[in-house]
């Protein structure tokens, strides 16, 4: 009992002590907050400098390096190629030969860039033809594409296999083409032009 009367003492002590600056001790007065007042800084006198003309650097087109237009070979004789139904066709291989470097496969411009070659198996006068050619070439996996270009007024198709960094890839080639369509294939600096 005793001991019970001793806790409750020490909790009832602790309790004034909390509780007493509370209740009976009348709170200070807070300094006052004072905001200090900013002046707006005044407007800065800028001087703008005269505008001028900007000098444009107008390129003479004569001056530019002009890379020599190779004329292609357009001389076979038109709507030779035919597809064949007692011939076949190999699939074409792609993969390029072991070599030690892709410097060593291809070779390179005046300007630096590199030398691609593509095949023209034929010239037709039928897009619809060259197309066909063309699609079947690429069930094959031969690189088939058709591009025109003029003759005579007269719009003329290209089948053309390209392009290829090694030409002795498209000697393979040109050799089972031509035994295939009995034609007489070329092989030509490839051109994005056609």
């Not at 000098?55 to 237009?69: F, G, K, W």
């Amino acid at each position: 009992m005793i001991k019970q009367r001793l806790v409750g003492f020490v909790v009832i002590v602790a309790l004034i002590i909390i509780f007493f600056p509370i209740v009976f001790v009348a709170p200070q007065e807070e300094d006052q907050l004072v905001l200090p007042v900013f002046e707006m800084p005044l407007k800065p006198s800028l001087q703008a400098s005269p505008r001028v003309q900007p000098a444009i650097n107008i390129v003479d087109e004569t001056q530019l390096p002009s890379s020599p237009r190779k004329e292609t070979n357009t001389q076979q004789p038109l709507d030779v190629a035919v597809l064949r139904a007692d011939g076949v066709l190999a699939e074409a291989d792609f993969q390029p030969r072991q070599q030690s470097s892709a410097r060593e496969r291809a070779k390179f411009d005046e300007q630096g860039l590199p030398i691609s070659w593509a095949l023209q198996v034929a010239a037709l006068s039928s897009e619809l033809k060259a197309e066909q050619i063309a699609q079947f070439l690429r069930d094959k996996k031969y690189k088939a594409y058709v591009s025109s270009f003029y003759s005579e007024n007269q719009e003329l198709f290209r089948v053309m296999i390209g392009p290829s960094l090694q030409k002795t890839r498209l000697d393979e080639f040109k050799v089972l083409i031509d035994e295939y369509f009995l034609v007489d294939s070329v092989i030509v600096p490839f051109s994005v032009d056609g």
